[in-house]
Nanobody, 115 residues
């Protein structure tokens, strides 16, 4: 499974970005797909996830601000990020977990929230 993220960049506090993750495998063949982030000196944490059935979950820190979704073809997952804060600054990684529980990762896209 190959995953390619895009959409990162520099944005001012309060701004919005939409990340995309294009997968070579269909989400309907996955257990979950999701977005993780890792800030300098910190561990990689789950931001948002979506199951093949469409159920979603979010980290408490992004609830109400971020939305995960997928396209109808099931090969692209998005992360809409609104009301961005400086503490959202991190490298964002796309994750695909297959039905056997194996994880696949993209190379990441940098999101910087700064004035």
């Amino acid at each position: 499974v190959q995953l390619v993220e895009s959409g990162g960049g520099l944005v001012q506090p309060g701004g919005s970005l939409r990340l995309s993750c294009a997968a070579t495998e269909n989400i309907f063949n996955s257990k979950t797909m999701g977005w993780y982030r890792q800030a300098p000196g910190k561990q990689r944490d789950l931001v948002a996830g979506i199951t093949s059935g469409g159920s979603t979950n979010y980290a408490d820190s992004v609830k109400g601000r971020f939305t995960i979704s997928r396209n109808n073809a099931g090969n692209t997952v998005y992360l809409q990020m609104n009301s961005l804060k400086p503490e959202d600054t991190a490298i964002y990684y796309c994750n695909f977990r297959n039905l056997g529980g194996m994880d696949y990762w993209g190379k990441g896209t940098l999101v910087t929230v700064s004035s």
